[in-house]
């Protein structure tokens, strides 16, 4: 059993930054692959980021260059890197961790880009 919980979200102004962290307990969390979703109101749930358990990295084109995900093993925790941010990235964000038939979600953290 794998508890996720998000934090770091909030309002920013539109090209602000934020660092969105992903805090896991319970289980060995090395051997998951973690994601980070949003969704965006009226809107489906979309993948963002995900890292592998060896440490790969692939990103949704309408974040790529901008946002960065990184894990560390040591601390179970994983992150998420929010930089140039839009209006468009306003959503609840939230963290996945998966492991063969294992599926765990965070209940979410809400990021607000607005002037």
């Known amino acids: 059993q794998v508890q996720l919980v998000e934090s770091g979200g909030g309002l920013v102004q539109p090209g602000g930054s934020l660092r969105l962290s992903c805090a896991a307990s319970g289980s060995i969390f090395s051997i998951y692959a973690m994601h980070w979703y949003r969704q965006a109101p009226g809107k489906q749930r979309e993948l963002v980021a995900v890292?592998?358990?060896?440490?790969?990295?692939n990103y949704a084109d309408s974040v790529r260059g901008r946002f960065t995900m990184s894990r560390d093993n040591a601390k179970k925790m994983v992150y998420l890197q929010m930089n140039s941010l839009k209006p468009e990235d306003t959503a609840v964000y939230y963290c996945r961790g998966t492991y063969r038939f294992m599926d765990y979600w965070g209940k979410g953290t809400l990021v607000t880009v607005s002037s």
């Open positions: 890292i592998t358990s060896e440490g790969s990295r």
